[in-house]
């Protein structure tokens, strides 16, 4: 989710590719957002901004005395940023865009794949948000010290931080990265983590240039809350945007905590996931265990040639193993031999596919044909009327095979093999 530094990027990035562009034409909304129209329309304007927290806001200034000046401001929510680029190459999820004057001419976007970003035209910063940690520190600061009795710090301190009423700015990743670099417990309660900050400050009583190099070598959490985010501002690139892998690596490689192998993360009780180290901390929810470390990937090696063929030839005779032995299973498992005086009836055998009751139905229809060819004079009348499989009627090969009897003598047997059925001769 952007936070502060990537709403203040966003501004940066818009003031730079802006500077010296004439923009032209109507603002244009794409059909599928449910935000308000902008009832802008001007023949030349340009664009700057400026960002507060986890606002942004978009300033058009028309070049013309017949046009006012309207502001934009933007929210971004889970997936908003701000892009450039040509005409033909607009992004998809492009919802609300500004065309150049240039030729080839170029739009300013904003995007947003999941949608849950907003704007409101002509609209003001949000009152329930505190200072910007960036930006107004000093104000920040003294907003927090000053409203220790609010209800907000009775809960973990990890849940506080997200709190945009008193840490304007402060998001998932951040406060992973405060936490640890403070060497707080996540489940601390709020209150006394930050009553220890103040009373630092009330009873240091050291000179001004010891108490800033005491804040540089170890400092407190309210500074690393504006601290680190302008560290992600230095890094360059948009910070925090999983979509685009250069800047995104950028940042997981600045982070010390937040998604990294080795350390534990535990869901609030808002459902939120927050990264740490060591003990979570007393009000952490129940049920758990002190989180699960996050194991790093085993580096795969590549394998070399000779293995690689090694195991394919191996898999082809595994496969050509499996082929044979499903053809077998197609085969009926065996042949019963009925003998009478000296002649053999061969007798397939069912399958366990058939139901037990037709199982049985069939095995009754075997014991009857055993019972009609007990007698001599039946024993031509069965081999004609026993049923003849539908295969043997189409051409196929045809195979030998002698089966010998006392009397040795040969009779033709029907053999069903894998959809062939194969015919022997007498003698």
């Not at 000053?146 to 973990?156: G, I």
């Not at 129940?286 to 000779?306: D, E, I, N, V, Y």
């Not at 009627?393 to 047997?413: F, G, L």
């Amino acid at each position: 989710m952007p936070e502060c530094p990537e709403l203040h990027l966003a501004s940066v990035y818009i003031n730079a590719r802006c500077a010296g562009r004439r923009f032209t034409g109507a603002v244009e909304k794409s059909e599928v957002n449910k935000n308000a129209e902008v009832p802008f329309s001007c023949p030349e304007y340009t664009i700057s901004a400026v960002s507060r927290g986890k606002e942004l806001k978009v300033i058009l200034t028309p070049l013309s005395g017949r046009h006012h000046v309207t502001h934009i401001v933007f929210r971004f929510g889970m997936s908003g940023s701000i892009t450039m680029k040509n005409v033909s190459e607009m992004p998809k999820h492009a919802h609300l865009r500004f065309y150049t004057k240039d030729v080839p001419r170029q739009v300013l976007c904003f995007v947003d794949p999941r949608r849950f970003g907003s704007w409101h035209v002509n609209g003001s910063w949000q009152s329930e948000r505190g200072p910007c940690v960036i930006q107004e520190y000093e104000q920040f600061r003294e907003n927090v010290l000053k409203n220790l009795s609010d209800k907000v710090f009775d809960k973990p301190i990890c849940e506080a931080l997200l709190n945009q009423k008193y840490f304007n700015g402060i998001g998932n990743y951040l406060r992973s990265e405060i936490l640890f670099r403070s060497q707080t417990p996540p489940f601390m309660q709020a209150r006394p983590v930050l009553e220890a900050v103040k009373h630092m400050d009330e009873g240091n009583d050291l000179p001004l240039r010891k108490k800033v190099k005491i804040k540089k070598e170890s400092p407190d959490i309210l500074e690393l809350c504006s601290l680190l985010p302008k560290e992600v501002v230095n890094l360059g690139g948009k910070g925090y945007e999983p979509g685009q892998s250069n800047d995104y690596s950028i940042l997981l490689n600045w982070a010390r905590c937040y998604f990294v192998p080795g350390m534990k993360s535990l869901k609030d009780h808002n459902g939120r996931t927050v990264w740490f180290q060591g003990d979570p901390g007393p009000l952490a929810p129940k049920g758990t265990k002190g989180g699960k470390p996050l194991k790093r990937k085993k580096a795969t090696k590549p394998k070399s040639k000779a293995r690689a063929v090694k195991k394919e030839e191996n898999d082809e005779q595994i496969e050509s193993k499996v082929v044979k032995s499903s053809a077998r299973k197609r085969v009926m498992k065996s042949i019963k031999v009925e003998e009478e005086d000296g002649i053999k009836i061969e007798k397939p055998q069912r399958t366990k596919r058939t139901s037990q009751g037709v199982g049985n139905k069939k095995t009754s229809r075997r014991g009857s044909a055993r019972k009609t060819s007990s007698h001599p004079q039946n024993i031509k009348a069965t081999v004609q009327t026993s049923k003849v499989p539908r295969a043997v009627k189409a051409k196929t090969p045809q195979r030998k095979t002698a089966i010998p009897t006392r009397e040795s003598s040969r009779i033709r047997i029907l053999r069903k093999s894998g959809g062939r059925a194969a015919e022997s001769t007498t003698d």
